[in-house]
């Protein structure tokens, strides 16, 4: 099991390494919406966790400055 795998940040690019105190994950997806309707976009965001690491779609951030970066960015693209 390759539980060392590097990640890097979905925003700036920085590699993990040792430390993973500060870093953040991240899924974009929508609402379930009302039924015929195709929902609200939604930002998910919860503390660095190893399992959760592998998903798919996840977003790896290295700390809250990139947190924000990619709210605004979601925000700008997913606002109305
Ligand atoms: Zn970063």
Do not use: F, I
Request: proline fraction near 2%.
């Amino acid at each position: 099991m390759s539980w060392t795998e590097t990640y890097h940040c979905d925003v700036c690019g920085k590699a993990q390494g040792d430390a993973t105190g500060d870093w953040w994950l991240a899924w974009m997806g929508t609402t379930a919406g009302e039924p015929g309707s195709e929902g609200e976009p939604m930002l998910k965001m919860t503390g660095w966790n190893q399992t959760l690491s592998h998903a798919a779609e996840v977003r790896h951030l290295c700390g809250a400055r990139c947190a924000q970066t990619l709210m605004d960015r979601w925000m700008s693209v997913s606002g109305s």
